[in-house]
């Protein structure tokens, strides 16, 4: 069975320094990892993806994610923190070694809160 | 941008009631997914829909819920006889789902359902 961890339940950075939010996964077979984020009142909005190819990946807002099969992560991360990255982060991963099978298993979620 | 839509946003019922949670997904996508997220907990999966039949589906998803696509653009999701614990926020998401390809996921808004 595959699952996420995500060991951070909040995460709190200072406006202009970098930040880290944690994943770690398990699955059979390749992983395909993936990060949304959740605004209060919206829905998940998607962010980035690792499917093959670059271990780091960049995606929308200037957030990246390093792949790194050796320790079965996938961080999510950026320079510079704005005040307006305050929002619930869920890292999710699917594996296609069961035919046909795309169903997300997400992480419990971190808060990442950026302090003006 | 295309989105994902979902209705209504908020859902009250009874116990033993049935409901009906509508999504319209993003026009030229083939796969149609549900989750769902009880209050304070993980966002589950619940079912994959393709080519108007179910791709896969979790546990949770027994005889009580059913999908279903009635024309070109709805994505419905029936619970027959709702209980207490099937209140939660659920999200609808639909992917391209091209052939040989792992697309993202995007999803909607969400509903709210609250069985009282």
């Known amino acids: 069975a595959q699952s996420v961890a995500q060991p951070e339940d909040q995460v709190n950075v200072a406006e202009g320094n970098p930040l880290t939010v944690k994943c770690t996964y398990s699955?059979?077979?390749?992983?395909?990892l993936f990060w949304y984020v959740q605004y209060p009142n919206r829905g998940l909005q998607f962010l980035l993806k690792?499917?093959?190819?670059?271990?780091l990946v960049k995606g929308s807002y200037g957030f990246e994610a390093e792949f790194n099969k050796s320790q079965t992560s996938f961080h999510l991360k950026k320079p510079s923190a704005l005040v307006s990255d305050s929002a619930l982060y869920f890292c999710?991963?699917?594996?296609?070694?069961?035919?046909?099978?795309?169903?997300?298993?997400f992480g419990s979620g971190t808060r990442l809160q950026v302090q003006p | 941008e295309p989105e994902v839509t979902q209705t209504p946003s908020h859902q009250v019922t009874q116990m033993g009631q049935e409901v009906i949670l509508r999504c319209v997904p993003i026009?030229?996508?083939?796969?149609f997914y549900w989750y769902r997220q009880i209050l304070g907990q993980k966002v589950e999966f619940l079912v994959s829909?393709?080519?108007?039949?179910?791709?896969?589906k979790s546990e949770i998803f027994d005889d009580q819920f059913s999908v279903e696509r009635p024309d070109g653009s709805n994505f419905t999701l029936k619970i027959r006889s709702t209980k207490l614990e099937d209140s939660a926020m659920y999200f609808c998401?639909?992917?391209?789902?091209?052939?040989?390809?792992?697309?993202?996921?995007?999803f909607g808004p969400g509903t709210r359902l609250t069985v009282t």
């Open positions: 829909f393709y080519n108007n039949e179910i791709s896969e």
């Open positions: 998401a639909s992917s391209l789902g091209l052939a040989g390809e792992f697309s993202e996921q995007y």
């Open positions: 690792y499917i093959t190819g670059d271990n």
């Open positions: 699955v059979s077979g390749n992983p395909y």
């Open positions: 026009s030229n996508h083939l796969y």
């Open positions: 999710a991963v699917s594996s296609l070694k069961d035919t046909g099978r795309r169903a997300l298993t």
